[in-house]
């Protein structure tokens, strides 16, 4: 499955490239490309969030074959929830990740921020391929509230769920 | 096996929040329904159904209160938590008195809801596994064998009328008639039958143990009381207390348990410490208490106390007509038991069966054709494999015992055909007939 990141705004030098670079088997970097945040529509001044749901409403149409995954400096809200790390609709072939949550004690090691936000991504990537979360605690598709909770996992799918991938189990979109 | 996926229905006016919560509880494998309203809410869960119900406090039309109230008579089982405002937070509090199983206030952290969630839906996998044990328990709950007439008729409409209610219970019999069977079929008819049925055998200890095994001891209490020991009346609390044999219950025992009926309350032997008991006595006996309390023997205050309702178990003498019933069923359980494939009796054996005047009760005919089973070669139980159908008739058995066994077996022989047996008896028809209600000879 090709993977297409879409830059929102300003990012950090590198850190989308290296993402798409990490990304594990059977998951295929594609391409990469920049993008205004949507902040007229899903920007909250209030809040200082961006509104998930209206992102993903807002991304481009997977072309066949392919994910979008948008990434993301803004923290991200999906009401009532009060913050997510990243959201997709289940088989939807789109998600976004925020990784303005996901700095949290880094002591600014570019390598950590693009570790936990290549695994977020490979996350809701999952999602959009009609993953669900996963019990096993180091599979990229195991649900994790705390960025230091990331660190735990790894960065790529568990036996189990590439194997629900592989079997068409899960949408394709 | 796959378990069901647990079924949530967000309920929300804001098309946002409900989209929200949907994509992030399907991420955990969650099945979700959606609705807008009150309304909309309760018709889904009338099609659908819902095992958790998250719903906003503040909707219009219906809101978030009455629909607790709606669903709690739609899904009762179903776990209903509110999503709140700061500013609504006492209707929140007054939504958890209404039966809400929790409630969390907006906006709300990712990890708080899915906490609550995943402990709300594992309280729904307790409460079907609860659900299910329960029915598994009713589904074996004991019942009478009976052709459904006659004395043992009233027998089992007496145990529907009193079941229900918590009065005390004496049932009378014969040994062996089934009365421990009765007061199982008491209590598993009772509000109380999810709590324990506690049997002592009264008759069969001394007075000093028989105390023991009641109320319990304490550590210490007398030589031998190693650990202390809770009796079988403080393990009847909230169930059913079952005493046999309380005919034989010394005076001094009858004394305590009649405290305890009244106080409600018991102290171990060797305690000094108070304990609150709440339990239903069902009693049994083989003996007349009444001529028990004439003659001094039994305490007219405890037999009132206890005596407040009485069912008598006929003898299965009185009650011919369920002894091919209740040969069948032992049968088939010992076959099953066993794993021995018996088809049935043959007319011979039958007839014996109904002719013997079963001085046992049901526990010997029981034992009876446990033992037929065991012994059977064939494919059909034969009257040769019962010991009776050899052995002489007693002596005391009286010309009206004789000339109804021999009625009962010869209707048994032909199929309780009146006709056919008044024939082989070398009487008219009504005079057979005057001679099977003399005798409380009915057709199975």
Same mark, same amino acid.
């Given at each position: 499955?090709?993977?297409?990141?879409?830059?929102?705004?300003?990012?950090?030098?590198?850190?989308?490239?290296?993402?798409?670079?990490?990304?594990?088997?059977?998951?295929?970097?594609?391409?990469?490309? &920049? +993008?205004? *945040?949507? /902040?007229?529509?899903?920007?909250?001044?209030?809040?200082?969030? %961006?509104?998930?749901?209206? !992102?993903? @409403?807002?991304?481009?149409?997977?072309?066949?074959?392919?994910?979008?995954?948008?990434?993301?400096?803004?923290?991200?809200?999906?009401?009532?929830?009060?913050?997510?790390?990243?959201?997709?609709?289940?088989?939807?072939?789109?998600?976004?990740?925020?990784?303005?949550?996901?700095?949290?004690?880094?002591?600014?090691?570019?390598?950590?921020?693009? &570790? +936990?936000? *290549?695994? /977020?991504?490979?996350?809701?990537?999952?999602?959009?391929?009609? %993953?669900?979360?996963?019990? !096993?605690? @180091?599979?990229?598709?195991?649900?994790?509230?705390?960025?230091?909770?990331?660190?735990?996992?790894?960065?790529?799918?568990?036996?189990?769920?590439?194997?629900?991938?592989?079997?068409?189990?899960?949408?394709?979109? | 096996?796959?378990?069901?996926?647990?079924?949530?229905?967000?309920?929300?006016?804001?098309?946002?929040?409900?989209?929200?919560?949907?994509?992030?509880?399907?991420?955990?494998?969650?099945?979700?329904?959606?609705?807008?309203?009150?309304?909309?809410?309760?018709?889904?869960?009338?099609?659908?159904?819902?095992?958790?119900?998250?719903?906003?406090?503040?909707?219009?039309?219906?809101?978030?209160?009455?629909?607790?109230?709606?669903?709690?008579?739609?899904?009762?089982?179903?776990?209903?938590?509110?999503?709140?405002?700061?500013?609504?937070?006492?209707?929140?509090?007054?939504?958890?008195?209404?039966?809400?199983?929790?409630?969390?206030?907006?906006?709300?952290?990712?990890?708080?809801?899915?906490?609550?969630?995943?402990?709300?839906?594992?309280?729904?996998?307790?409460?079907?596994?609860?659900?299910?044990?329960?029915?598994?328990?009713?589904?074996?709950?004991?019942?009478?064998?009976?052709?459904?007439?006659?004395?043992?008729?009233?027998?089992?409409?007496?145990?529907?009328?009193?079941?229900?209610?918590?009065?005390?219970?004496?049932?009378?019999?014969?040994?062996?008639?089934?009365?421990?069977?009765?007061?199982?079929?008491?209590?598993?008819?009772?509000?109380?039958?999810?709590?324990?049925?506690?049997?002592?055998?009264?008759?069969?200890?001394?007075?000093?143990?028989?105390?023991?095994?009641?109320?319990?001891?304490?550590?210490?209490?007398?030589?031998?009381?190693?650990?202390?020991?809770?009796?079988?009346?403080?393990?009847?609390?909230?169930?059913?207390?079952?005493?046999?044999?309380?005919?034989?219950?010394?005076?001094?025992?009858?004394?305590?348990?009649?405290?305890?009926?009244?106080?409600?309350?018991?102290?171990?032997?060797?305690?000094?410490?108070?304990?609150?008991?709440?339990?239903?006595?069902?009693?049994?006996?083989?003996?007349?208490?009444?001529?028990?309390?004439?003659?001094?023997?039994?305490?007219?205050?405890?037999?009132?106390?206890?005596?407040?309702?009485?069912?008598?178990?006929?003898?299965?003498?009185?009650?011919?007509?369920?002894?091919?019933?209740?040969?069948?069923?032992?049968?088939?359980?010992?076959?099953?038991?066993?794993?021995?494939?018996?088809?049935?009796?043959?007319?011979?054996?039958?007839?014996?069966?109904?002719?013997?005047?079963?001085?046992?009760?049901?526990?010997?005919?029981?034992?009876?054709?446990?033992?037929?089973?065991?012994?059977?070669?064939?494919?059909?139980?034969?009257?040769?494999?019962?010991?009776?159908?050899?052995?002489?008739?007693?002596?005391?058995?009286?010309?009206?015992?004789?000339?109804?066994?021999?009625?009962?077996?010869?209707?048994?022989?032909?199929?309780?055909?009146?006709?056919?047996?008044?024939?082989?008896?070398?009487?008219?028809?009504?005079?057979?007939?005057?001679?099977?209600?003399?005798?409380?000879?009915?057709?199975?």
């Amino acid at each position: 499955m090709k993977v297409r990141i879409v830059v929102l705004g300003a990012a950090p030098p590198g850190l989308a490239a290296a993402v798409l670079a990490s990304l594990p088997s059977p998951l295929v970097a594609a391409a990469m490309e &920049r +993008r205004k *945040t949507p /902040e007229a529509t899903c920007y909250s001044r209030r809040r200082g969030q %961006l509104d998930a749901l209206c !992102v993903l @409403d807002n991304l481009p149409a997977p072309a066949e074959g392919e994910v979008v995954a948008a990434v993301t400096a803004i923290d991200l809200f999906a009401p009532p929830l009060a913050y997510v790390f990243g959201l997709s609709v289940l088989g939807s072939r789109r998600s976004v990740v925020s990784w303005s949550r996901l700095v949290v004690a880094t002591g600014e090691d570019p390598a950590l921020l693009t &570790r +936990r936000l *290549t695994t /977020e991504v490979v996350h809701e990537v999952g999602h959009g391929l009609g %993953l669900i979360h996963c019990p !096993v605690p @180091d599979c990229a598709m195991h649900r994790s509230f705390w960025a230091e909770a990331v660190d735990l996992k790894k960065p790529s799918y568990c036996v189990l769920c590439q194997q629900s991938l592989a079997s068409h189990r899960v949408s394709q979109g | 096996m796959t378990m069901a996926p647990v079924r949530i229905l967000v309920v929300d006016d804001e098309q946002h929040v409900r989209q929200s919560l949907a994509a992030w509880f399907r991420e955990d494998g969650y099945e979700v329904n959606v609705a807008a309203g009150g309304r909309e809410a309760l018709a889904t869960l009338a099609r659908d159904g819902a095992d958790i119900l998250l719903v906003d406090i503040k909707m219009p039309g219906m809101d978030g209160l009455e629909l607790l109230r709606k669903a709690r008579e739609l899904a009762p089982d179903a776990t209903v938590i509110i999503m709140t405002a700061y500013a609504s937070v006492e209707t929140a509090v007054q939504a958890l008195k209404d039966g809400a199983y929790d409630y969390v206030v907006k906006p709300f952290d990712p990890d708080a809801v899915s906490g609550l969630v995943r402990k709300a839906a594992e309280r729904y996998a307790l409460l079907k596994e609860n659900r299910a044990l329960r029915e598994r328990l009713e589904s074996a709950a004991p019942a009478l064998i009976t052709a459904g007439q006659g004395r043992m008729r009233e027998v089992q409409e007496l145990v529907e009328r009193v079941a229900p209610t918590d009065t005390s219970v004496v049932i009378t019999g014969e040994s062996g008639t089934g009365k421990e069977l009765v007061a199982r079929l008491l209590h598993a008819h009772s509000s109380r039958r999810f709590g324990p049925f506690a049997v002592v055998n009264c008759g069969a200890l001394a007075e000093g143990l028989l105390e023991a095994e009641l109320f319990g001891h304490e550590r210490g209490a007398f030589t031998g009381a190693v650990a202390r020991h809770r009796g079988k009346v403080e393990l009847a609390h909230e169930g059913t207390l079952f005493l046999d044999e309380i005919g034989d219950v010394p005076a001094k025992v009858q004394v305590s348990l009649l405290r305890v009926l009244q106080e409600k309350t018991l102290m171990r032997v060797g305690g000094n410490t108070s304990i609150t008991v709440d339990f239903r006595l069902v009693t049994a006996t083989h003996r007349d208490l009444e001529a028990e309390v004439s003659s001094g023997r039994f305490r007219e205050d405890f037999f009132f106390r206890i005596n407040v309702f009485h069912i008598h178990v006929p003898a299965l003498r009185e009650r011919s007509e369920d002894v091919p019933l209740l040969a069948e069923h032992f049968l088939s359980q010992f076959a099953r038991q066993m794993n021995r494939r018996i088809d049935g009796f043959t007319s011979d054996a039958i007839a014996a069966l109904c002719a013997y005047p079963w001085p046992g009760n049901v526990r010997e005919l029981q034992n009876a054709i446990e033992r037929a089973v065991v012994m059977c070669r064939a494919n059909r139980i034969e009257a040769s494999l019962f010991p009776f159908a050899h052995a002489p008739a007693p002596e005391d058995l009286s010309i009206d015992a004789m000339e109804a066994a021999h009625i009962r077996k010869v209707l048994a022989s032909c199929g309780f055909n009146v006709t056919q047996a008044a024939g082989l008896l070398a009487i008219d028809r009504v005079t057979l007939y005057n001679k099977m209600k003399k005798y409380g000879i009915e057709r199975p």
